[in-house]
DNA sequence: TTTTCCAACCAAATCGTTTTCAAATTTGAG
DNA sequence: CTCAAATTTGAAAACGATTTGGTTGGAAAA
């Protein structure tokens, strides 16, 4: 059903019905009442690509996805997906190519001009992130899921990692601890940078001094929680307590931990950082697992809001938050043995 | 840029020029090639807004998300994008309200009547899904990752749940135990009794009788693997054997057995279903776990692959793709202990 | 030379809305 | 009861592509 046909059925002119359908003042409640019913009744739903031809509005945004699969998608997809269920948008997934640089910037140039989508989500920014300085330029709208230093006006919502790093970190030194091993994330991403210095202001702070041989960076897989964990508890000197980066380089780290026969929580303390999944809980762990904590969920689902604000016009300047991260102390941290 | 004016540039009509960047062969070689060339060098795209509107698709394939945050989602998902990456097909996330069914079919009406999809894939389906029959009705393509009894023509895509779970099972009653224990998934879905239909077989050739008190089924998570499988190493007469439907499951069945002082792999031997996960892999688990195994991903990649096929015309009732699934034996099973 | 045919191109209609500008109707003041 | 102002409604022009149904010019056939 058109809205030619629709509107003659009515008795009125298409103008009249568009704008009943779209709300616009210059119709009687009357008669905008009677639209609305009929359109129901009669099933009449404007077509989307001709609404957006006309009104160059994609009724999208877009989020670019890694090829790396990372678990917390899923979770901070949901959380947009909550938030815009209500809306008359959806979220198109961007399948990245590759991480080089030239082939990532021409996605997102292309993305814009493509006119797909009315704004974008960036993910695991760089502190000087030629994409946000190219998606300004382009004056596409978009949100910065995380942080940069870049020299350009951007809306982000990020958590406080330096503080969850730096408070994690704090609370080893003051049960006793003084070795002690971080697993960050890839380097490059600022969010791997916070962390770093997070981890290096508590050392510094407590007159810890820094052993880079107990930093390890990657993707967060339990491998490489196992391999660093195991690899360090092996030599000579081990830590006493770790940073794990995230739940799964935390199960790879527990698992090395019992492999050589330790506990953790009592030879090995263990800190991670919680998106708060729904099919695996720090609180169920054995034992269970002290984090800090942020709901990767509601992250998707403020994103999505902020998002949309900046799509109606809100200015990227105003939108800037940082969320806290708790801190929740369970069994895997435990004063220093001696 | 547009059309009208590109063309203008060329010196050529933009019918002449649309044909030419389509492929369309009553344009010279000549020409398609200068037309190309200048496609690129002033940078001109058509407007996917307008395509869409005069051709009538979309350019997008439609997945609808649950609200749980599977984990596996995400992993679909890359895989998806894998394969359209060279595509000018995007994908596109619908929120899904409620499980409540009403809502569902509302949801998948409206998304065939808005036309922003092309094609649709339909996860975990039921063995009388009505979302299948909606969907033919309505004659939208679409894709059933999974499969239904339903008595409408779908296409599909699915893997071997009951014969991986049958070997599973047969595997465990070949190292002689006789009480297995079976994690499956949420009721409803035709996986989770394919799932069951091998476990039963299993046991009912080789004349084990079932016991219903060892068969439990929820969403995956590691807290149901925890509490199911403790709970019943705690009875008398315990499960020599587990059969834990996934890798979230079977990390919580490792921790109750590990809790309880036992050995998995000794008194307690574990199959899981593992989707290949990058951050979570069997083989590195302690005991490493024994797993049917079968990529998420490449799914993913082929679903999107067939769905192609589906819009550009091929019969739904040609596709029909039962994958066998692998049995890897590792660590965590092992003969039963007398 | 004339006719026929074909390759290569083009003008204009079309997809289904929104929106500008103008017309019709109602309202209210005088 | 009149006339201007305010409220409702409509006709028609966009939006930017694709595609139908022609033209055109030149080579091949007659």
Redesign the pocket.
Same mark, same amino acid.
């Not at 910037?105 to 300085?133: F, T």
């Not at 697992?289 to 900046?310: E, H, I, K, Y």
């Given at each position: 059903m #058109?809205? =030619?046909e629709f509107a003659k059925q009515l008795?009125?002119? $298409? *103008?009249?019905v568009? =704008?009943a !359908? /779209?709300g616009y003042p210059? +119709? /009687?409640e009357v *008669?905008r009442a009677r639209v609305a019913e009929e359109a129901v009744r009669l099933g009449y739903r $404007?077509?989307v690509n001709? +609404?957006r !031809? #006309?009104?160059g509005r994609a009724g999208a945004i877009g989020v670019v996805m890694g090829r790396a699969g990372e678990f917390h998608f899923a979770e901070f997809m949901a959380g947009m997906a909550e938030r815009l269920l209500t809306e008359d948008t959806d979220i198109l997934v961007i399948p990245m190519a590759d991480p080089d640089h030239n082939d990532e910037m021409q996605l997102y140039r292309r993305l814009v001009e493509s006119q797909r989508v009315d704004a974008i989500i960036v993910h695991s920014p760089r502190p000087n992130d030629e994409r946000i300085a190219l998606l300004h330029k382009l004056g596409m709208p978009f949100l910065v899921h995380g942080r940069s230093d870049i020299d350009v006006p951007h809306a982000w919502l990020d958590i406080d990692n330096e503080g969850a790093v730096r408070r994690a970190t704090s609370h080893l030194i003051d049960l006793g601890h003084t070795r002690i091993a971080m697993i960050n994330g890839r380097p490059g991403a600022t969010y791997a940078l916070h962390r770093d210095k997070g981890y290096r202001e508590a050392l510094q702070s407590r007159g810890i001094e820094l052993d880079p041989q107990l930093i390890a960076s990657g993707n967060f897989t339990d491998e490489l929680g196992f391999r660093f964990a195991r690899s360090l508890l092996e030599q000579a000197n081990p830590p006493t307590a770790i940073v794990a980066g995230s739940m799964m380089t935390a199960l790879g780290v527990y698992r090395a931990v019992r492999s050589l026969g330790l506990q953790v929580g009592r030879e090995v303390s263990v800190i991670a950082h919680d998106d708060v999944f729904p099919y695996l809980t720090a609180d169920n762990m054995a034992p269970s697992l002290s984090a800090t904590r942020s709901s990767m969920r509601a992250a998707g689902t403020r994103c999505a809001d902020l998002v949309l604000q900046l799509v109606s016009g809100r200015s990227p300047l105003e939108i800037h938050e940082l969320w806290p991260v708790e801190l929740i102390l369970r069994e895997s941290t435990a004063p220093v043995q001696r």
């Amino acid at each position: 059903m #058109k809205l =030619r046909e629709f509107a003659k059925q009515l008795g009125l002119s $298409p *103008t009249t019905v568009s =704008r009943a !359908l /779209s709300g616009y003042p210059e +119709v /009687s409640e009357v *008669t905008r009442a009677r639209v609305a019913e009929e359109a129901v009744r009669l099933g009449y739903r $404007p077509n989307v690509n001709a +609404v957006r !031809l #006309k009104t160059g509005r994609a009724g999208a945004i877009g989020v670019v996805m890694g090829r790396a699969g990372e678990f917390h998608f899923a979770e901070f997809m949901a959380g947009m997906a909550e938030r815009l269920l209500t809306e008359d948008t959806d979220i198109l997934v961007i399948p990245m190519a590759d991480p080089d640089h030239n082939d990532e910037m021409q996605l997102y140039r292309r993305l814009v001009e493509s006119q797909r989508v009315d704004a974008i989500i960036v993910h695991s920014p760089r502190p000087n992130d030629e994409r946000i300085a190219l998606l300004h330029k382009l004056g596409m709208p978009f949100l910065v899921h995380g942080r940069s230093d870049i020299d350009v006006p951007h809306a982000w919502l990020d958590i406080d990692n330096e503080g969850a790093v730096r408070r994690a970190t704090s609370h080893l030194i003051d049960l006793g601890h003084t070795r002690i091993a971080m697993i960050n994330g890839r380097p490059g991403a600022t969010y791997a940078l916070h962390r770093d210095k997070g981890y290096r202001e508590a050392l510094q702070s407590r007159g810890i001094e820094l052993d880079p041989q107990l930093i390890a960076s990657g993707n967060f897989t339990d491998e490489l929680g196992f391999r660093f964990a195991r690899s360090l508890l092996e030599q000579a000197n081990p830590p006493t307590a770790i940073v794990a980066g995230s739940m799964m380089t935390a199960l790879g780290v527990y698992r090395a931990v019992r492999s050589l026969g330790l506990q953790v929580g009592r030879e090995v303390s263990v800190i991670a950082h919680d998106d708060v999944f729904p099919y695996l809980t720090a609180d169920n762990m054995a034992p269970s697992l002290s984090a800090t904590r942020s709901s990767m969920r509601a992250a998707g689902t403020r994103c999505a809001d902020l998002v949309l604000q900046l799509v109606s016009g809100r200015s990227p300047l105003e939108i800037h938050e940082l969320w806290p991260v708790e801190l929740i102390l369970r069994e895997s941290t435990a004063p220093v043995q001696r």
